[in-house]
């Protein structure tokens, strides 16, 4: 529902690095030239970014979610795109999981 003064907010919530800020700045494309900041590592949005793209309608950017019960180990993250690569100091683990992962017939092709 609208909040104070009619203006409905529509917020983007979901893990880190997943294309929120850019959906943002599809859907914005028209109002202007503001744009919410996005880039190709994790981490970019920091904070809640907002941009009024008509008078009664506020699209909101929030910084990626990290939820524990559905992601647990850090090379779970490492492998699914959620924490970035440049600060990887460990590579043996999230390297493990990949290897894991593909059926033995695969990687003796």
Known sequence: ?????????????????????SVVNALSSGCG??????GSNPGKTKHLQ?????????LADCPGLVLP???SRREEMV????????TLKE???PVQLVV????????EE
């Open 33 to 38: 030239s503001k744009r919410v900041a996005h």
């Open 79 to 86: 492998c699914g795109g959620i924490v970035s690569l440049h």
């Open 100 to 107: 894991d992962s593909v059926p033995r017939a695969v990687l």
């Open 69 to 71: 019960s559905v992601v």
């Open 50 to 58: 907002t941009i009024i793209v008509r008078e009664d309608v506020c």
């Open 1 to 21: 529902g609208a909040g104070a003064g009619g203006r409905v907010t529509i917020g983007m919530v979901g893990f880190p690095n997943v294309g929120k800020s």
């Open 91 to 93: 590579v043996l683990a």
